[in-house]
């Protein structure tokens, strides 16, 4: 192992770090946010966007991530629609993730029992009014861990952005290998350098997890 090898690459290794949290970060948001709408048109069955959500997360679902990047960058160009390499990857992620936490949303929704929509509407709830007080609170709480989960996976998928020249940190450790061939070097980098964000992630989201199960339990 030459540490100076690893010392030299640590300022390339150092941006891409970045690159690979700040997508992560917003695919993370905008696939929980479009994850939760999603969800939501799918419980009340909404006219229209219902059947789109249950198509959009049945394709996205059972395609692979790396067919969709192939779509949308060297694609969508044929029919004059030209995208980043980084909103390419954000769009994808953020649909697939989106695909994820929907279903991750509407398991929460389905442990709502029964009973209390029925009281909801007795008591002549509005849907916005039953979504606030009724579905979000307790659908949010029971889908925490699945939420935890696809947040996770979010995060690992981002290796596959590599196929369109994404500068993150796979792609970078390629890059390196490929030129220089100290492969174990940069591999040694590459995993730390998801360590160091995936560790600190899981345990805060264990962390939430139990928090709001305790929540839970002591409401029960």
């Given amino acids: 192992m030459d540490?100076?090898?690893i010392a030299e690459s640590l300022p390339l290794f150092g941006r891409a770090f970045v690159v690979t949290l700040r997508l992560s970060a917003i695919s993370i948001v905008l696939a929980t946010v479009l994850g939760l709408v999603m969800a939501l048109f799918r419980e009340y069955r909404v006219p229209v966007l219902s059947q789109i959500s249950a198509a959009v997360e049945e394709l996205f679902r059972n395609t692979p991530l790396l067919i969709q990047l192939f779509f949308m960058y060297y694609g969508l160009p044929s029919i004059g629609v030209r995208l980043s390499a980084e909103l390419c990857a954000v769009l994808g992620?953020?649909?697939?993730?989106?695909?994820?936490?929907?279903?991750?949303f509407r398991g929460g929704f389905g442990g709502i029992p029964h009973v209390q929509t029925e009281s909801a509407r007795a008591l002549g709830l509005s849907v916005p009014q039953m979504i606030r007080y009724v579905t979000l609170p307790q659908g949010l709480t029971r889908s925490?861990?699945?939420?935890?989960?696809n947040a996770i996976f979010i995060v690992k998928e981002t290796s596959v952005f590599t196929v369109i020249a994404v500068p993150e940190l796979t792609n970078t450790a390629r890059d390196l290998i490929g030129m220089?061939?100290?492969t174990n070097e940069y591999l040694l980098e590459l995993v730390v350098a998801y360590a160091i964000i995936l560790?600190?992630?899981?345990?805060?989201?264990?962390?939430?997890?139990?928090?709001v199960r305790r929540a839970s339990f002591r409401s029960a």
Avoid: D, K, Q
Avoid at 199 to 211: A, K, N, Q, Y
């Fill in 3 to 5: 540490w100076s090898v």
């Fill in 93 to 104: 992620m953020s649909i697939l993730g989106a695909a994820y936490m929907s279903g991750a």
């Fill in 144 to 149: 925490v861990p699945a939420i935890a989960a």
């Fill in 180 to 182: 220089y061939y100290h």
């Fill in 199 to 211: 560790i600190p992630l899981s345990l805060v989201l264990t962390l939430l997890e139990r928090r």
